[in-house]
């Protein structure tokens, strides 16, 4: 067993992803009993006994969900306290790219983390909704949710028992170097915040007009373009140096934990972005332009800032 997991944070991880699946286990095979037998509009014995037992379940997998949303950011906090005894490693990239399963367990939690907000909404609205128009669809979402989850687990134990403690890793100003543009379409910065900020404006735009296909589009795009806009300039204004280029460093205790704040409030916007595209959940517009708002600030606050004490541009 890798001595990594004489870490305590990777071992408290490590056991609550293990009790989280296994609740979870049992309950993807009642689902698949409830599916077999489920037949909407019946209204026999069976049928509510199947009812009963899926809003039990319901329960269940909501609160298994949100543990599972808060342990996304203890598996970050956990990769930093990792870098202190991960040679070469400054932050959490660096742990992170210490073997070929660091990230794809990354993206992988990020899928999730997408996918368990949208069966939390799918499972409000059928609670709302009652007529049954969402029952199969959040059981089939959870199946799906289970297998990436089930995945996340076997690659969390290979990732976490193939760190690399005797040779030095990959430190962040490495990985994120901008020798060669890796901005997408080759974007120059100036041409990135322009778009940063167009695209904000647009899906403020979109919310305030409540269009939800639209909203949804230019949101995931603007999320897109926010995570370059972050690494290549914002960051470099939080950290105050031109050359430090990294999305986790400023999750660190020297940075105030301010990364949690940013990416928080990303997270919030855009879950209330899914939100708005379940019908009672209109409300949620104003709540999509209140984070990507705040998000917006945050970021801008930092350059404002620095421009105000040194006079100049990083």
């Known amino acids: 067993m ?34 077999k037998d489920y037949k909407q509009g019946s209204t026999t014995e069976l049928q509510y006994s199947l009812e009963k037992k899926s809003y039990l379940l319901g329960v269940v997998v909501s609160v298994v969900l949100v543990f599972k949303i808060i342990l996304v950011a203890f598996f970050t906090y956990s990769l930093d306290e990792l870098s202190l005894i991960v040679p070469g490693a400054m932050c959490a990239a660096g742990v992170i790219s210490s073997n070929d399963y660091g990230e794809p367990l990354l993206l992988l939690k990020l899928a999730i983390l997408s996918l368990a907000s949208l069966w939390l909404l799918t499972n409000t609205a059928d609670k709302i909704v009652k007529k049954g128009l969402y029952f199969k669809k959040k059981m089939w979402l959870f199946i799906v949710l289970y297998i990436f989850i089930l995945i996340e687990f076997l690659l969390s134990f290979n990732f976490f028992t193939l760190i690399e403690t005797q040779n030095p890793v990959l430190c962040c100003s490495v990985i994120f170097d901008d020798t060669d543009n890796p901005i997408p379409f080759n974007l120059s910065i100036s041409w990135l915040l322009t778009l940063f900020y167009l695209l904000y404006f647009v899906v403020m735009a979109c919310a305030y007009k409540k269009q939800k296909i639209l909203l949804l589009i230019s949101s995931t795009i603007f999320t897109y373009i926010s995570y370059y806009a972050i690494v290549y300039f914002f960051g470099t204004y939080i950290y105050e140096l031109p050359t430090h280029k990294c999305p986790f460093c400023m999750l660190q205790r020297e940075y105030y934990y301010v990364g949690y704040i940013i990416y928080a409030t990303l997270f919030i916007a855009v879950f209330y972005t899914l939100s708005v595209q379940f019908d009672f959940m209109k409300n949620s517009f104003k709540k999509v332009m209140l984070f990507f708002s705040i998000f917006v600030f945050i970021l801008s606050f930092y350059v404002l800032i620095y421009i105000i004490r040194n006079g100049v541009f990083l």
């Open 2 to 35: 890798s001595s990594i997991f004489l870490s305590p944070e990777v071992s408290i991880e490590f056991f609550l992803e293990f009790l989280l699946l296994i609740i979870l286990s049992f309950t993807f095979f009642q689902t698949l009993f409830i599916l």
